[in-house]
């Protein structure tokens, strides 16, 4: 370690090199740990409401199947390719930022963010024709069918529009942030020695991706399955 | 290549260039500021305005108690009462406290960087306290909320007429802080040490920082969760936790304690860590068994995460589950104990000096010891049916909690007070503060043992008539207790002026923050240092000063 | 932290990232099907089987874990593990709830 430059005001800085950080590696290494880190608490922040979910689905299995059937399991399984295709492009931005070439990482981003608001353009579908059929919970909650079961089938709807809800929340958010990586792009703040903002918004987008890879499977495939053993 | 060594750093005179302090000034270089050490005492500010909020209910509860009939409050304001003392004390004041405060300040400083690794971050940090904060605030004004600061499900949800959600909405929003505020101390432990600075050197007040940042990380995001689907039932009227509409309160239950006991170690590990500092700095020793007190960190934040349903043995759980959570909970204190016997060990032969931060740190070595022991006794099924929900379980908490914490936010306060300010504190105007702090708190919380094991329960403004002279005792001494508390707030404003202007290292201490100006630079360090000695040197320290050692 | 000076240079190969899309955008069309028939027991272990997959290669591939220090490993497995505490132990009181006791 006999190179440590020991003299803050003798260094040539990069203009996005933070004070508090000796070079750019070091900055770069803490951005990526720091997203990772806020990642794992919504890990768990998902992880928490997906396990109240599943306590409900084992004790009502009977209510989750009917549940299920109201969902738009098409519409869900589109939404999945669209966000697995906007990670595909979101991926291929970080990587265009980090060889410098600005055109192709504003190509990229932008098409994430066309993804992005696809997705939530069929979740506004969905969302408004579970509106129009009464399953919204609450006080506009209708379910004739089944009056023992209604109150649990509310309650699936409950995490049906929480979850996705949450989801569909980080998703207008990962949006507004793109919008800003974009403008630093298009500013051609980013290159090889500098591109962490464009890789620490990837990771954001790629979990909220990951997670909607979970809620896909939970909330349109798996309640159909309770009730199908022998 | 500079190292810095104590004989150069010893005799600095005091700063009187420019610090921190005195490099800008204006409202909004304190408001827009992204220095760790000035936002470290925003937040010392700010939580000391909510210590004396909480402190105010739970004066009024005392002095409600005086007496065996409800007299002075009706039950509905007393249940306010106390769910505000607890809110405001565990989220607005213990949680943030040390953390907040003496690891804002003093974490950067003791790691050799020039800042956190996000100061941004760090200030929105503080400002997301302080929405949280004025939401509290608003909710005292307009009604308060009368659930218990735990919130329990269905009458929060659905038969509260206080104003829930606003309360819930607070604790959500701060619970962010903690979150960003952890977040920011991993990253910077783990990217930004300074050179040479490995891990097995740095200050047990790191260690104690690292594993605080792991709970608060790790646990409250369920906290967030659960609180999100709290205001979601009790907004649109749904049953996630309501029995009456297919919810079950108890999963309320165990996602709020999965937050809630690791939050406790949330409030106890940092003061720990100070108790190291301090114990360190005045006996002139190195900890003894630094390994075991680093690891037993690392220890109680992974235990605390496995003992929660303990909160619930009453509740209406599957008695295995009991039965498996009691085993459990009798582990998480094996660490702690751990770390009690490696401070007796250090202050073995050590050449002890009695300055105030150690006063406070005997007590709470003593105090949280009891504390932890009747932990143990909570843990015991056949015990904890009988004494849950009773005062005996309000001591205990209390003892850890006031006893605890408390006394080691106060001794860390002190410790770092010339650092912090370029100012020593009065002396014997201290000593008496924390004698005062260590009488009241002892004559208030011991009766309370008495009462709960006699079956007097928590959270009734009335009580039988035979609880009386305990319960008077114990009002008596929060009286003490309350001026205890008071004196650091006028001898601390009062030193800012009038105390006498400290030097680089006032008490003689091994550790890097003692190498630098009181108080510090902006950028911490004149140059950064690179570290070559081991934590708690002080033979080598000594040696150098050319001192031997008293053994 | 002491030996990063420089923006790490490992760029992922293109083929790789749509090796990767191709295997996820499968994945989401055999899950589909598969919940279309009725394998019993089964059903649910294969979606949740096939989710975690998918997630895997995100992981590994899109958030380059695959490259990443050891640390990033360690902060991804540990949020696993925290949420399995929670999932294993919380579930330990709803299964034993109505056991009998002897």
Do not use: C
């Not at chain 2, 740190?361 to 904890?384: E, K, N, Q, R």
């Not at chain 2, 908490?397 to 912090?420: D, N, Q, R, T």
Request: glycine content about 8%; cysteine-free; proline content about 5%.
């Amino acid at each position: 370690m006999s190179d440590v430059t020991v003299h803050a005001d003798e260094h040539v800085h990069h203009p996005f090199l933070q004070h508090q950080f000796e070079d750019l590696g070091q900055q770069h290494e803490a951005s990526t740990l720091g997203m990772w880190v806020f990642l794992a608490t919504e890990i768990l922040f998902f992880g928490g409401v997906l396990m109240a979910y599943w306590i409900y689905r084992t004790i009502y299995p009977e209510a989750w199947a009917l549940a299920g059937e109201q969902q738009n399991t098409l519409a869900g399984g589109i939404n999945t390719l669209v966000l697995i295709t906007s990670s595909l492009t979101m991926a291929l931005a970080v990587r265009t930022a980090q060889l410098g070439s600005r055109r192709a990482t504003l190509v990229f981003l932008f098409a994430t963010m066309l993804f992005g608001a696809t997705f939530l353009g069929i979740k506004a579908y969905e969302y408004n024709a579970h509106w129009h059929e009464g399953l919204f919970p609450g006080s506009h909650f209708t379910w004739h069918e089944n009056p023992e079961l209604a109150p649990k089938v509310q309650l699936f709807m409950v995490f049906y529009w929480g979850m996705t809800g949450l989801h569909a929340l980080h998703m207008v958010i990962g949006v507004g942030l793109l919008l800003w990586i974009i403008s630093r792009a298009w500013r051609d703040h980013f290159g090889p020695e500098y591109y962490s903002p464009v890789e620490v918004m990837g990771l954001y987008w790629h979990f909220v991706d990951i997670v909607w890879i979970f809620l896909f499977p939970f909330l349109y495939l798996i309640p159909h399955f309770g009730v199908l053993h022998g | 290549m500079t190292s810095v060594t104590y004989h150069d750093v010893q005799f600095l005179e005091p700063a009187k260039t420019r610090n921190y302090l005195n490099v800008d000034y204006g409202a909004l270089s304190w408001l827009l500021t992204k220095d760790h050490k000035r936002i470290g005492i925003l937040y010392m500010v700010s939580i000391s305005a909510m210590f004396i909020l909480g402190g105010f209910f739970a004066m009024m509860m005392r002095l409600e108690l005086l007496t065996p009939e409800g007299d002075l409050l009706t039950s509905g304001t007393y249940n306010k009462f106390f769910t505000l003392h607890g809110i405001i004390m565990i989220f607005f004041f213990l949680i943030p406290s040390i953390p907040a405060v003496l690891g804002n300040f003093i974490l950067p400083i003791q790691l050799g960087a020039k800042d956190l690794a996000f100061p941004r971050i760090n200030l929105l940090s503080w400002y997301l306290y302080m929405i949280g904060a004025f939401t509290g605030l608003l909710v005292v004004i307009i009604g308060g909320v009368d659930t218990g600061w735990t919130f329990y499900t269905p009458f929060s949800t659905q038969y509260s007429n206080t104003h829930v959600i606003g309360t819930t909405f607070g604790a959500f929003i701060v619970g962010f802080s903690s979150i960003l505020t952890g977040l920011n101390f991993i990253v910077t432990i783990h990217r930004m040490r300074a050179p040479g600075l490995t891990w097995y050197r740095l200050p047990l007040f790191v260690w104690a920082m690292y594993a605080t940042s792991l709970v608060q990380l790790l646990a409250t995001p369920i906290l967030a969760i659960t609180l999100v689907m709290l205001m979601i039932e009790r907004f649109i009227h749904v049953g996630i936790f309501d029995p009456a509409l297919g919810g079950d309160p108890l999963l309320f239950q165990h996602m709020f304690w999965f937050y809630s006991h690791p939050a406790v170690y949330i409030m106890i590990l940092p003061a720990m860590g100070v108790a190291s500092e301090v114990v360190a700095a005045f006996t002139r020793k190195k900890i003894f068994g630094y390994t075991f007190v680093a690891y037993s960190s690392l220890a109680i934040a992974f235990l605390g995460f496995l003992v929660w349903v303990h909160h619930m043995f009453v509740a209406g759980i599957s008695v295995y589950s009991a039965m498996i959570f009691s085993f459990l909970s009798y582990f998480v204190a094996v660490p702690s104990a751990i770390k009690v016997f490696n401070w007796t060990a250090t202050l073995y032969k050590g050449s002890v000096s009695w300055q105030t931060p150690m006063l406070y740190i005997l007590g709470f070595i003593g105090l949280f010891t009891m504390g932890g022991v009747t932990g143990l006794f909570l843990a015991a099924l056949g015990l904890d049916v009988h004494v849950t929900d009773t005062y005996f379980v309000v001591a205990h908490f209390h003892y850890i909690m006031v006893g605890g914490a408390v006394m080691g936010y106060f001794a860390g306060l002190h410790y770092w007070w010339p650092k912090i300010t370029g100012r020593m504190y009065p002396e014997w105007w201290a000593r008496l503060g924390a004698l005062l702090v260590f009488v009241g708190f002892n004559l208030t919380f011991f009766p309370q043992f008495i009462l709960g094991y006699l079956g007097m329960p928590r959270r009734y403004h009335a009580y039988a008539p035979e609880f009386q002279v305990l319960n008077v005792m114990s009002t008596a001494g929060a009286s003490i207790l309350a001026v205890g508390y008071m004196l650091p707030l006028v001898y601390l404003l009062w030193s800012l002026r009038f105390g006498r202007k400290a030097g680089t290292n006032p008490w003689g201490a091994v550790g890097l923050e003692w190498t630098t100006s009181s108080p510090p630079p902006k950028d911490n360090f004149h140059e950064t240092p690179v570290v070559t000695w081991e934590a708690y040197d002080y033979p080598a320290m000594l040696k150098a000063m050319g001192e031997t050692q008293n053994v | 932290m002491a030996d990063i000076h420089e923006a790490p240079h490992d760029v992922t190969p293109l083929p790789t990232y749509f090796f990767v899309f191709i295997a996820l955008a499968a994945g989401t069309l055999l899950t589909w099907y598969a919940s279309t028939i009725n394998l019993g027991w089964a059903n649910t272990p294969i979606a949740l089987f096939i989710a975690t997959t998918k997630a895997v290669l995100v992981i590994l591939f899109f958030m380059h874990v695959i490259h990443s220090t050891r640390l990033t490993w360690v902060v991804i497995i540990a949020s696993f593990v925290w949420l399995g505490m929670l999932f294993v132990l919380t579930f330990a009181d709803y299964l034993t709830r109505f056991w009998a006791i002897d």
